[in-house]
């Protein structure tokens, strides 16, 4: 692809061919077929930048919410309603008043809207066991009242112009929520009468809204090339498309159906909007009509004042408006739109109070490779306060003490190249399923790589709120991606690399993928921006040998995936060794053969795996699990990568686990194992799933073993992984930030929290049984 590979050549006297093969140089002659090697010896310079890592404190009491969505301004322009932390609350623009609940629900809220006289909110609630509604609030608040006549998934609801109708989107789950309730997704017109029955006027769309009288319902659909903005009757007659878009992302068009606001790769623009009785296209550098881009570095949440001629959007937690009137679109230079109000807050972090002692345990720190037997944990609060022998720990009176005789405790798994659904449809959920499957199994912190930035943020920020249970979150936000897509980037200048950066910044990132930017220059800009900025840079690999040498060459953070040969040699080992560049090689999607996870899938039977099965809908792990591809030994590709990832953690170099969301918590325990079977020790193995990754993304200073200070994220085994690998997965308990957490995720102490049935355990050939044990069938 890159014309970069080793050539052949003739020799002069054209008897021989000398060609490259297995890290060596050879010569074949071309009449006796005779092979000899070429001895060489290459002494040369390369330069190196200075990988970038930076340290990141955790544990503080406080922190700021950043992710504040679906922000909605009132027709007056006074107030804004939005969600943040899973509930709904109303602030003053341009007052230093601190934001306000609009309800005292405890369900999870979302897609607020005002009706067009400010007088009313209409919003969408979520509650996992009764699924979900559309309410309606007076703009006061208090208690809503439920408009929809059945439960559902409920999205984006907007008010008629008189109030006495909405229109919604209504979708599906069976994933992260039950199935049930599902059926006839599209969009809907309801009016508010008593005993009115919806109608459905779509088969398929998103973010419907009236137009300016209240006949015509507009919404977004979309095709495999192109998004439309499209309209029919409020009884769902007379289809008409107004405009088409190849990058668009959402329309928003104003009351008075005068303008339209949409967002192209991030950035927000506007431009008058005709019915011409034809569709129109639009794009970013379209001449049909008069446009112009309003947004610096991004815009979200598009939508209109009252009278047509305010254009408000958000980035991050602060919310811009824009005048619009027909003078916009002369050519003048308006200059950036400065925020009218900052829509974050401080939340506390809450921890735990008292002190645990773990007693009696064989403590595997992770710091060298000091190994405790009969060793005592306290813990005071969510931090480490004591680790050492019985002897050298004074557990004070009134400290809940816990024999762990037998156990093995170690330092919470770090799984740093981790996907999953983190909400549905941005609706995040009270449990997440694949959160709790993950701290089953002992995963403790994840590293995102690649999601969407609304969801995974707001996630992270209910998790570090104390409002939903799972591991500590981070993520990269949405790709930086190089190809040709609505959601491209592209690069072409520092400042347009800042602009991106900073957008995900804002939004609660501390690290960004670089994804298949094609240009090696592109990809320095980044790296550049992120120096500036104070962020991370985890590119994809992209099964790209050469990328992936000038990755490490221009600092980058860590190399994201194996890379795409099954043999490096000493050029390589000699070159990636002056460098500070980590390397998450997910062994378990590895590039160069058939993937790592059909190694364990033959080998470990998922399906029948105690915790996986827990967890897990039992009709998706079957379909995946039980009657997985067999490989020839010959064929296995695992063997090589990890050998790989052997001499390359042989240099120094932090190599850490990614299971790549294939096998949720499960995966991560792969991935230890791929590590083993590559020839890494046991406790070589273990540190890539903790000390490594805490290093890799600067956490160790709070995470990644077992010493005082750091916080108290623990995974206490029954049997001795430094015996058997395989021994990760006999888990007791899992502690995160101090909770002591079961085999059923029920606090043991440091906490309260209990787990309430999923919905598929609730359901007939669910698997779950309190109280199962944990043991996993492993071949030795």
Known sequence: ???????????????????????????????TRAVTDIPFHVTGTRFVEDAIHVDHPLGQDSFNVKMTRFAHASPDGRRVV???????????????????????????????????????????????????????????GGTGRTVTPEPGYYREPAFSPDGRMIAYRKGSDGNLATPLWGNEPGIYVLSLAAGAKPKRVAKSGAFPQFGKDGSRVFFVDNDDDNQYLKSVDVSGADPMTHLK???????????????????????????????????????????ALPQTKVSADAGDYLHWSGDGHTLYWTQGPELFARRVDLAAFDGAKTGAAAPVANLGFVSAAPHPTGTIALTNARIVTMNGDQVIDGGT???????????????????????????????????????????????????????????????????????????????????????????ILGPRIFSTGTILYGAETPFMVEIGSIDDALTHIRRLQESGAWSVKSYNQPRREQRQLVIEAARQLGMEVVPEGGSLFMHNMTMIADGHTTIEHSLPVPHIYNDVLQFWRTSKTAWTPTLIVAYGGP?????????????????????????????????????????????????????????????????????????????????????????????????????????????????????ADLVILDKNPLDDIHNTTSIRYTMINGMLLDSDLNAVAGGTHRTRPFWFQQSAGGNYSEGATMTVPHED
């Open 595 to 711: 993937f790592g996870e059909y190694h364990w899938y033959q080998r470990n039977p998922a399906w029948a795996e105690p915790i996986e099965a827990k967890w897990t809908p039992q009709g998706q792990l079957d379909a995946r699990a039980r009657r997985p591809t067999i490989v020839p030994d010959d064929e296995d590709n695992l063997p090589r990568v990890s050998h790989q990832a052997k001499q390359v953690s042989d240099l120094g170099i932090p190599v850490s686990i990614g299971a790549h969301g294939q096998r949720e918590g499960l995966g991560a325990h792969w991935e230890i194992w791929g590590f083993a079977l590559g020839g890494m020790s046991n406790l070589e193995a273990l540190r890539t799933a903790t000390i490594n990754p805490a290093r890799a993304h600067g956490l160790d200073h709070d995470l990644g073993s077992i010493e005082p200070g750091k916080l």
């Open 377 to 467: 944990v306290l813990i005071n609060g969510n931090r480490i306060a004591a680790v050492g022998p019985a002897a050298s720990v004074a557990v004070p009176a009134g400290a809940h003490t816990i024999d762990m005789t037998g156990k093995t405790i170690l330092p919470g798994f770090i799984d740093a190249h981790w996907h999953g659904p983190h909400a549905s449809d941005q609706i995040v959920p009270d449990q997440n399923r694949v959160y709790y499957n993950s701290l089953a199994y002992g995963v403790t912190t994840v590293q995102d790589p690649s999601a969407d930035t609304h969801e995974v943020f707001a996630s992270a920020e209910m998790q570090k709120a104390g409002k």
């Open 245 to 287: 878009a190849t990058n668009a992302a959402e329309f928003a068009l104003s009351p008075d159906e005068q303008f339209v606001g949409w967002t192209e790769r991030y950035q927000a623009y506007v431009m008058p909007f005709v019915r011409s009785g034809k569709t129109i296209d639009i794009a970013a550098d379209a001449k």
């Open 1 to 31: 692809v890159h014309n970069v590979y080793p050539g052949i050549s003739w020799t002069p006297d054209g008897r021989s061919i000398v060609y490259w093969a297995g890290g060596h140089i050879h010569r074949i002659d071309v009449a």
């Open 82 to 140: 939005y969600e943040a932390l899973g509930s709904l609350w109303v602030k003053d623009i341009g007052g230093n008043a601190p934001a306000r609940r609009l309800t005292r629900s405890d369900e999870r809220e979302a897609y607020p809207v005002w009706s067009r006289d400010g007088k009313q909110i209409a919003y969408v609630t979520w509650d996992d066991d009764k699924a979900g509604a559309i309410k309606v609030v007076g703009a006061a």
